[in-house]
T-cell receptor, first 113, second 113 residues
Framework: DAKTTQPNSMESNEEEPVHLPCNHSTISGTDYIHWYRQLPSQGPEYVIHGLTSNVNNRMASLAIAEDRKSSTLILHRATLRDAAVYYCILNTMIRGQGGKLIFGQGTELSVKP | DTGVSQDPRHKITKRGQNVTFRCDPI?????LYWYRQTLGQGPEFLTY????????KSRLLSDRFSAERPKGSFSTLEIQRTEQGDSAMYLC???????????FGSGTRLTVV
């Protein structure tokens, strides 16, 4: 499985944007980039995913580098409820494969009031 | 639909006892996954089912662990002769057959004393 690299921790101030980086230099052409987050004492929660183009949804935006070797999850205005561990995961979409997610250590985001 | 349900939420057992956990996925999801998570680590993949077929098992899943998904609906994960090292959060997730993110339950926290 292709590997991702994320900083162990990041800090943000409430109501400011947060940019969470992820490197995935060995990504293959069939790998989607997924982001999940895990709040304390809960299971992981899907945030967003993309292949080549930047993606937006109600939770976040995903900016994907042109060479796809890195991506950034953007939280436009951090709230205290966004404090969580954020996981960047590659998942192949080859038919009959993939589906399972291989989690790394993730980035622990803390948000200061 | 109330999402993915796991039962029990917490389980304390004595070393050497057998335990069984249950997962009820989202009803229209064909795929079901089991993960294990220890403190400070990301979730580790254990096994996954497509309908009633168990398609993949991690090497982490020793012969003391068995998972079933009869009739392709709910799933059970049994651990026989529990050891202290089995203490962890056991997470279940489900997804549609074709793409889409995984929806996780809140997990079952197992403590082996």
């Amino acid at each position: 499985d292709a590997k991702t690299t994320q900083p162990n921790s990041m800090e943000s101030n409430e109501e400011e944007p947060v940019h969470l980086p992820c490197n995935h230099s060995t990504i293959s052409g069939t790998d989607y980039i997924h982001w999940y987050r895990q709040l304390p004492s809960q299971g992981p929660e899907y945030v967003i995913h993309g292949l080549t183009s930047n993606v937006n949804n109600r939770m976040a935006s995903l900016a994907i580098a042109e060479d796809r070797k890195s991506s950034t999850l953007i939280l436009h205005r951090a709230t205290l409820r966004d404090a969580a561990v954020y996981y960047c995961i590659l998942n192949t979409m080859i038919r009959g494969q993939g589906g399972k997610l291989i989690f790394g250590q993730g980035t622990e985001l803390s948000v200061k009031p | 639909d109330t999402g993915v349900s796991q039962d029990p939420r917490h389980k304390i057992t004595k070393r050497g006892q057998n335990v069984t956990f249950r997962c009820d996925p989202i009803s229209e999801h064909n795929r079901l996954y089991w993960y294990r998570q220890t403190l400070g680590q990301g979730p580790e993949f254990l096994t996954y089912f497509q309908n009633e077929a168990q398609l993949e098992k991690s090497r982490l899943l020793s012969d003391r662990f068995s998972a079933e998904r009869p009739k392709g609906s709910f799933s059970t994960l049994e651990i026989q002769r529990t050891e202290q090292g089995d203490s962890a959060m056991y997470l279940c997730a489900s997804s549609p057959n074709r793409g889409g993110g995984l929806t996780f339950g809140s997990g079952t926290r197992l403590t082996v004393v």
